[in-house]
């Protein structure tokens, strides 16, 4: 199986471009309060002109629903990440798109046992309590051992060192990374992301060797 690769937290047209033009399946954009918020105008100027077959990826945490709406229409988005306390009608709501709903483990929080029909996936995400995304934090992989076979995404403190190690563990659907790849907040290393989706790809023919 090829994993997807999602690239998030894009704030610059040059790293659009070159997270694209070196591979990558999805870009997050995040519309919510974090370091790497983008406005919608923004987002649709760096995002302009993208190869076929490259998702766009809008990051939402506990939105309301017509605003989330009005920007995935305006930003002609394929995917909205809910990166909040989000319920599955809310997900239901927005089955005009893939829904990617982000869990996060750790601090005693689950797994969920199933995968709701709301969602196009899962994205299992550290838990941290100051804020909602992982914060480049790593979480017990062997905690998504149960979703095995699954449609989920990874993230949380994934980098081109440890990605091999990630997927060797878990066999996701795709992975997610954005401090991993980057020089400074919002800011990506190309050569970092080259190095990422290097480490995914060689683990990917690993697999189909095995």
């Not at 100027?45 to 490259?54: H, Y």
């Not at 394929?78 to 306390?85: E, P």
């Amino acid at each position: 199986m090829t994993t997807k690769i999602k690239i998030c937290g894009l704030t610059r047209r040059e790293d659009v471009l070159a997270a694209a033009e070196l591979g990558a399946d999805l870009l997050g954009f995040v519309f919510a309060e974090s370091p790497r918020r983008v406005s919608p105008e923004r987002m649709v100027e760096i995002s302009a002109g993208l190869p076929d077959g490259v998702l766009k990826v809008g990051v939402f945490v506990d939105a309301p629903l017509v605003k989330v709406k009005e920007i995935a229409a305006f930003c002609a988005l394929d995917v909205l990440q809910l990166h909040g306390a989000e319920s599955s009608d809310y997900g239901r709501a927005l089955n005009a798109y893939k829904v990617l709903k982000v869990f996060r483990l750790g601090g005693g929080h689950k797994l969920p046992e199933t995968s709701s029909s709301s969602y196009w996936a899962a994205l299992f995400d550290t838990w941290l309590p100051e804020i909602a995304g992982g914060g480049g934090k790593v979480f017990d992989w062997r905690l998504v051992a149960p979703w095995s076979g699954k449609r989920f995404f990874l993230a949380g403190g994934l980098t081109p060192e440890n990605i091999g190690e990630a997927l060797a563990l878990t066999r996701p659907f795709g992975v997610d990374v954005s401090s991993g790849v980057e020089s400074s907040p919002g800011i990506k290393d190309a050569t970092k992301i080259r190095k990422f989706i290097a480490a995914v790809r060689k683990a990917d023919k690993g697999d189909e060797d095995e």
